[in-house]
């Protein structure tokens, strides 16, 4: 009996000893890779200050997201709770207490490039579907942050759990925006209109959830609770038999074509509500003119 239990006391010492070394590697490694620097060119364009340029700009950043992650007044807001995966919160993005109201050149280097000050990657910054905003709509997003009124708001400190680590280093969460992000990505010069061209540089914002093809399923970095994103393209799995009215309605009123209520906690009904007719026109045309995949083909 004594020898069995010195057995499986040093069996359970061993696992303690493994399990303390797997995560001393996952956080060196995790670790080596967000204190990489990163040396980019940015390119500010010039900033509008009339008022139809200030509420294009808010109109962007309400319906990219922006408000999802630093609050309805861009104060900061936590988006992501937990010890074990991350705590993560969008930075003060106004003038008060604990903001960020940086040089516009941080800002940019933020917004396109997902680098922070210290030339470091940010955390889980959507970069790569702003690398393209045109320098048009980049000048209206910075006019915007320009006239936000100030927030006193300090937000807590982010944090990666061990499991956020182990997941980034299997490349299934997207942690690092500055590792994915083409830096050499070019401006987009869209013409407005509903277009299936107009649609495309839409729907960049997208594809965070619904992948590259738009085809939906599990989103990268997501509990297993979480519902799979719906399939954009002409397939009979996705929106097959739509129509631009049905689309219509699934974005500003959380319905799907047959009458079923979206999960508007994770589709983001609150900020597509605010897309006009036009870019739901070529949002639509876009969707239709992508090949069609099955349900989570990315």
């Known amino acids: 009996m004594r020898t069995t239990m010195k057995w499986f006391g040093r069996l359970a010492a061993g696992l303690v000893l493994l399990t303390v070394a797997a995560l001393v590697t996952v956080y060196a490694m995790s670790e080596r890779r967000m204190r990489r620097e990163w040396d980019v060119q940015v390119s500010v364009p010039a900033v509008p200050t009339d008022a139809a340029a200030v509420a294009r700009g808010e109109h962007l950043a309400t319906i990219r997201g922006c408000k999802g992650c630093h609050g309805p007044d861009l104060g900061s807001a936590t988006f992501i709770d937990s010890p074990v995966m991350a705590r993560l919160s969008g930075p003060n993005l106004t ?10 050149v941080e800002l940019v280097r933020a917004i396109r490039h997902g680098v922070g000050p210290n030339g470091r990657s940010l955390l ?7 690398s393209t905003l045109s320098e ?49 990505a070019r401006p987009a010069q869209p013409t407005p209109g509903a277009t299936a061209a107009y649609g495309a540089y839409l729907a960049a914002a997208c594809k965070g959830c619904h992948g590259a093809g738009l085809s939906g399923g599990h989103i990268p970095g997501t509990p297993p609770s979480w519902p ?8 009979a799995s996705g929106l097959a038999g739509w129509t631009e ?21 994770f589709m983001p009904v609150r900020e597509t509500r605010h897309l006009s007719d036009e870019e739901i026109g070529a949002l639509y045309a876009y969707f239709q003119s992508v090949p069609a995949r099955e349900r989570g083909g990315r």
Request: net charge positive; proline share 9%.
């Open 136 to 184: 048009g709509d980049m000048g209206n997003l910075l006019a915007y942050l320009h006239s936000v009124r100030a927030v006193d708001r300090v937000p807590p400190p982010n944090m990666v759990g061990p499991l956020g680590r182990a997941l980034f280093l299997a490349g299934k969460v997207p942690l690092l925006p500055a590792e994915v992000v083409d830096h050499q």
């Open 245 to 265: 009215a049905d689309l219509r309605r699934a974005l500003r009123e959380g319905v799907s074509k047959d009458g079923r209520p979206l999960k508007t906690d």
């Open 95 to 104: 003038r008060g207490k604990g903001g960020i109201a940086r040089s516009d």
């Open 228 to 235: 799979d994103a719906a399939n954009l393209t002409p397939h």
């Open 124 to 130: 889980f910054m959507p970069s790569q579907e702003f």
